[in-house]
């Protein structure tokens, strides 16, 4: 059978994104072309920007990565985002890796923002392209339920970074001892069905006083390489509790993925050591994160245990969608 035309998609990016939107770029370099903003200020440091060939991208296929690293960004990209499909476009498709305001999706007491619920809101009023609503690709968003925060101008499409995980941890040479850990029954519900053919470990956490404590629930870690599995990690804490539960029940290696390495306040850096002595002693034997979070790769650089997995070839292909 022919396979199937690949249509040409015009790929626009934030700056903070220009690393990734390279990389989608030459993984598909026949489909995906790059295309710059100017991405200025004025004197009051309001944005001062301009598309560049819009007389060109008319009734092409177009799309925008985007990085919500801060709410200082957001605001500027929005201009953009809300201006493309405007331009007589025969679509556009929003790429969104990391949904930041995810885990704040309910309200527990009166008076309770849910700003992922407003998030979902704001990008739900993109105007139309001439081919329809937008596509909003977004990866391993952090409640199973924001998808149905979206209204009906955009179409979500939720991938996962967990297959860049499975093809990893096939290249360990330990690959036939591996066992799939969970910090919460969250995670579990999350990606348990992606990951079947690994034995798994469930923690959970439990208050004891004012302390949340982690604790084994089920399954056997012991004698065996464990990867704790989560969507995003903030500052690590619950991810050393793990690891310290995971090793005294006799794991003999434990590694650790995350699609999103938020990673505020560099706190990064507890899981990186300084010298040769604290690497061989190092809680990690690997920390696997995906680029969503372009600040953090940069900070990060190839400091140990840390590997970055990319989401570009990923990506190329949901643009193809």
Not at 87 to 104: H, I, K, N, Q
Not at 131 to 156: C, K, N
Not at 198 to 211: A, F, H, I, N, S
């Amino acid at each position: 059978m022919e396979k199937c035309k690949q249509k040409k998609v015009l790929l626009f990016y934030c700056v903070e994104s220009e690393d990734l939107a390279r990389k989608v770029a030459a993984s598909q370099s026949d489909s995906i072309q790059l295309q710059s903003i100017n991405w200025r200020s004025f004197d009051d440091g309001f944005p001062n920007l301009f598309i560049n060939n819009a007389q060109d991208i008319r009734g092409q296929h177009v799309a925008f990565l985007a990085s919500f690293s801060s709410p200082a960004v957001i605001f500027e990209q929005l201009s953009v985002i809300f201006a493309l499909p405007r331009l007589f476009v025969a679509s556009f498709t929003l790429v969104l890796p990391f949904f930041p305001t995810g885990s704040f999706e309910r309200m527990e007491e009166e008076g309770d923002v849910a700003t992922a619920f407003t998030m979902a809101r704001i990008l739900s009023n993109i105007p139309i392209s001439r081919g329809g609503p937008t596509s909003l690709v977004i990866y391993d968003i952090h409640a199973l339920q924001e998808r149905f925060y979206f209204g009906d101008h955009v179409l979500p499409c939720f991938e996962t970074g967990i297959p860049l995980l499975k093809q990893r941890l096939d290249q360990l040479p330990d690959a036939d001892n591996i066992v799939v850990a969970f910090p919460d029954d969250g995670a579990w519900k999350r990606f348990y069905k992606q990951l079947q053919h690994y034995p798994m470990v469930v923690c959970t956490k439990v208050r004891e006083g004012d302390k949340r404590i982690v604790r084994l629930k089920e399954g056997n870690p012991a004698g065996r390489h464990v990867v704790i599995v989560d969507d995003l990690v903030q500052s690590g804490g619950t991810l050393i509790e793990c690891q310290k539960v995971l090793a005294a029940h006799g794991a003999t290696k434990v590694s650790a993925y995350v699609t999103h390495g938020v990673f505020p306040k560099r706190s990064w850096e507890r899981f990186t050591s300084c010298n040769e002595k604290e690497r061989s002693q190092r809680a990690f034997s690997y920390f696997w994160i995906t680029d969503s979070c372009s600040h953090t790769v940069k900070a990060i650089g190839d400091r140990a245990p840390f590997e970055v997995l990319s989401l570009a070839g990923s990506i190329a292909d949901a643009l193809q969608i």
